[in-house]
């Protein structure tokens, strides 16, 4: 009789535990569903977290380390799926990897995902990208074929933006392409190639007249050229 009576204690136990951990669930759910709505990140971060501590799961660590990463808050994107590369990594789990690792300034880490997100789906975009942290890396030879792909697969409608001005702006990707072609043959041969460097930043000024770091570029570029001239005279 005393071990029936335990076991119904059990029992009853466990049915009150799973039915609170389902309530938990469904009240957090409603809660993402209300802070996505308002647009309150901060609160969509805190239920996905609930959510996952109640019913763990790697999509949602993913979303969540997405969120942060899209907030610019890259250590806690890292913090939540790590820095390792697995062959079972989701796209967004590669994506968030490679953004949060570039924005913490690890150009090398942050290429293995590019290159990564590369080999499952090329494009332009990523070409820029792999160029850019290849420049930062000194694979100058890597970086120009990286931008010769992209510039060929470059379609019209594809944009970037820069941050480096007051307010930020939009340019042509194939401009944005252009652009950093220009600085790595400069980089490649800084006397041979100084006159193309220019020409491809006059170029890119070309398709996008915003382009103001191009401007920059071009106008130290410029100068350069013009103090060796007057070296020789």
Do not use: C, W
């Amino acid at each position: 009789m005393k071990k029936l009576i335990l076991l119904l204690a059990v029992i009853t136990t466990f049915g009150a535990t799973a039915q609170n951990q389902s309530e938990l669930l469904k009240h957090f759910e409603d809660y993402y569903k209300q802070m996505k709505g308002q647009g309150d990140v901060q609160g969509v971060i805190n239920a996905m977290t609930h959510l996952n501590v109640i019913q763990p799961s790697q999509q949602r660590l993913d979303t969540l380390a997405y969120i942060y990463v899209s907030e610019g808050r890259n250590l806690e994107a890292l913090n939540t799926i790590g820095i390792d590369k697995n062959a079972t990594d989701s796209d967004l789990n590669t994506e968030v990897k490679a953004i949060a690792l570039k924005g913490v300034n690890q150009p090398e880490r942050a290429l293995v995902f590019y290159e990564e997100l590369f080999k499952r789906n090329a494009n332009s975009y990523l070409a820029y990208e792999i160029a850019d942290l290849k420049i930062q890396t000194q694979d100058l030879a890597g970086a120009k074929a990286s931008i010769d792909y992209g510039l060929t697969n470059v379609k019209p409608e594809m944009k970037r933006a820069f941050y480096e001005s007051q307010r930020p702006y939009e340019v042509s990707l194939k401009g944005a392409l252009t652009y950093l072609k220009a600085l790595i043959l400069f980089n490649m041969n800084q006397t041979d190639n100084l006159d193309t460097a220019i020409n491809l930043l006059n170029e890119a000024m070309t398709m996008d007249s915003n382009f103001n770091l191009a401007k920059l570029s071009k106008d130290a570029l410029v100068a350069r050229k013009t103090e060796k001239a007057e070296k020789k005279d």
